[in-house]
Each structure stands twice: as structure tokens, then as C-alpha cells.
């Protein structure tokens, strides 16, 4: 691991780690699997985090066996679907559906200079960031679109990196999901997971809930 007076940014995950559309999203993919008759369950929720929406379909599609029985088509008007219902849930969004800390934590990198990007799967980022009022705090964000390949490839956290002009080992990169951590860990970056420890195994640093995420609490479990 980098040494604490190594790092000069951090590569935020957006949903789980900022705010907690991971829920919302949980939420319409769950519809989408009572649709197509595929069982729900945690493993599934769990590895649906972070993963773009294509691949989440497809491992839908695949946890009922069903990924043979649609067209192409019919799975872009699913996804179209599932997008639909999240951004309606996106819309009620406000400032309250930060999460806790995760505001003095930005600012806390602003007053000391720390460089900030953002690295999220979501073709969405920049709607949420536009509700929870943090367009401000995050003139950089990767483009999902620009991607050739969604995380637990490191190419995201690469990218996210290079916007802010920083090498990989310069930056920690801050995830709520096992790919997410596999996708840091690939960039040489290191990696703060968020949530639960089991799932979130190979994090350099974890913290249970995002309140805990503070420079001096970093520092000490570098150091
Ligand atoms: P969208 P993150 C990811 O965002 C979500 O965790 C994942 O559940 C979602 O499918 C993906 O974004 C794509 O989102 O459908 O809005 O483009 O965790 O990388 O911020
Ligand atoms: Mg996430």
C-alpha cells in the first residue's frame, strides 16, 4: 500500500458510496427480475453493484436461465425499462439523500487541497450529482460511455486518475462494491471499500458505514 503522504486524490464511486442509489437500483432491477421470472436474492443484489447496466441485465437474465429467450432488442427496451423507474426514484432525490458525512468528507478534501474525480458505472452520475447539489464538487467525471470496459476492469479508476493528472499510486479510489475494489486494486490504487467486510474482502482499507471516512482515520490505518 501507498504511503499516506503518497496520495494526492481520490476516485469516488458514485451510487453506494455517495448516496445510496444503489437502493433505487436494487429496487427497479428487482422489478425487472419478478418480469422475466428470475429468482432475487442478496448474491445477486450484491454483484449487481457497480456493474453497467447491459451486464446487470445480462446477469439477470442468466441467474433465471433465460438469457437465450429475448432479443436484442427486447433487451434494451428491459434496460430502457429499468431506467425508466430509477430515474423516477432519482427525482425525488434531494440534498437529504447523502450520505452520512460524505459532505464534511468532500469539503474536508477541498480545504486541503486533495484533487477529486469521479469513477462511476452510471450513465446517470451527472443527473444524481445535479440533485444531492454536488455538480460543484466534481468538475471531473470519468464518461461511462468512453469506456471499453465496465469495473472489476481497472479501466475506470485509470481513467479517473488521469483526468485529475495523477498517477494511479497517487490516488485512493473509494467503493461500496466487490468489483468496484477489484477494479482499484487493478488500477494500482488504493482502495477504501465501504459496507461489509466479507464482501469487500480485498480492500486496503474498509469502513463500515461512509460516517467513519475521514483523512485522520485513513491516515491511521495507512500509517
Ligand atoms: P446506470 P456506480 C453503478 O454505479 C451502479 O452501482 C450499478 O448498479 C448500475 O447498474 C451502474 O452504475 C449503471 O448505472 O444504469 O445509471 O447507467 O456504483 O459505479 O456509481
Ligand atoms: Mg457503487
Same mark, same amino acid.
Given at each position: 500500500?501507498?504511503?499516506?503522504?503518497?496520495?494526492?486524490?481520490?476516485?469516488?464511486?458514485?451510487?453506494?458510496?455517495?448516496?445510496?442509489?444503489?437502493?433505487?437500483?436494487?429496487?427497479?432491477?428487482?422489478?425487472?427480475?419478478?418480469?422475466?421470472?428470475? #429468482?432475487?436474492? +442478496?448474491?445477486?443484489? *450484491?454483484? /449487481? &453493484?457497480?456493474?453497467?447496466?447491459?451486464? !446487470? %441485465?445480462?446477469?439477470?437474465? @442468466?441467474?433465471?436461465?433465460?438469457?437465450?429467450?429475448?432479443?436484442?432488442?427486447?433487451?434494451?427496451?428491459?434496460?430502457?425499462?429499468?431506467?425508466?423507474?430509477?430515474?423516477?426514484?432519482?427525482?425525488?432525490?434531494?440534498?437529504?439523500?447523502?450520505? #452520512?458525512?460524505? +459532505?464534511?468528507?468532500? *469539503?474536508? /478534501? &477541498?480545504?486541503?487541497?486533495?484533487?477529486? !474525480? %469521479?469513477?462511476?458505472?452510471? @450513465?446517470?452520475?451527472?443527473?444524481?450529482?445535479?440533485?444531492?447539489?454536488?455538480?460543484?464538487?466534481?468538475?471531473?467525471?470519468?464518461?461511462?460511455?468512453?469506456?471499453?470496459?465496465?469495473?472489476?476492469?481497472?479501466?475506470?479508476?485509470?481513467?479517473?486518475?488521469?483526468?485529475?493528472?495523477?498517477?494511479?499510486?497517487?490516488?485512493?479510489?473509494?467503493?461500496?462494491?466487490?468489483?468496484?475494489?477489484?477494479?482499484?486494486?487493478?488500477?494500482?490504487?488504493?482502495?477504501?471499500?465501504?459496507?461489509?467486510?466479507?464482501?469487500?474482502?480485498?480492500?486496503?482499507?474498509?469502513?463500515?458505514?461512509?460516517?467513519?471516512?475521514?483523512?485522520?482515520?485513513?491516515?491511521?490505518?495507512?500509517?
Amino acid at each position: 500500500m501507498a504511503s499516506f503522504s503518497d496520495i494526492k486524490g481520490f476516485v469516488f464511486d458514485l451510487d453506494g458510496v455517495i448516496t445510496d442509489t444503489s437502493v433505487f437500483h436494487s429496487q427497479a432491477w428487482h422489478q425487472v427480475a419478478d418480469k422475466v421470472g428470475a #429468482p432475487w436474492s +442478496k448474491e445477486l443484489e *450484491d454483484g /449487481l &453493484k457497480g456493474i453497467s447496466r447491459m451486464d !446487470s %441485465l445480462e446477469m439477470i437474465l @442468466k441467474a433465471g436461465n433465460v438469457q437465450d429467450k429475448y432479443t436484442n432488442d427486447e433487451k434494451v427496451d428491459l434496460a430502457t425499462e429499468k431506467n425508466t423507474n430509477y430515474l423516477k426514484l432519482v427525482d425525488q432525490m434531494t440534498p437529504a439523500n447523502l450520505l #452520512p458525512g460524505i +459532505k464534511s468528507f468532500l *469539503d474536508e /478534501l &477541498k480545504s486541503e487541497g486533495y484533487l477529486i !474525480s %469521479l469513477a462511476s458505472a452510471s @450513465k446517470n452520475a451527472p443527473k444524481v450529482l445535479e440533485k444531492l447539489q454536488l455538480t460543484d464538487y466534481f468538475p471531473k467525471i470519468v464518461d461511462p460511455k468512453s469506456l471499453t470496459n465496465g469495473k472489476p476492469d481497472p479501466e475506470i479508476y485509470l481513467k479517473g486518475a488521469e483526468l485529475i493528472d495523477l498517477k494511479p499510486e497517487q490516488c485512493i479510489g473509494v467503493e461500496d462494491a466487490a468489483a468496484g475494489v477489484e477494479s482499484i486494486n487493478a488500477a494500482n490504487e488504493t482502495s477504501i471499500g465501504i459496507g461489509d467486510a466479507q464482501v469487500l474482502k480485498d480492500a486496503d482499507i474498509l469502513f463500515s458505514d461512509t460516517s467513519e471516512m475521514t483523512l485522520a482515520n485513513i491516515k491511521k490505518q495507512m500509517n
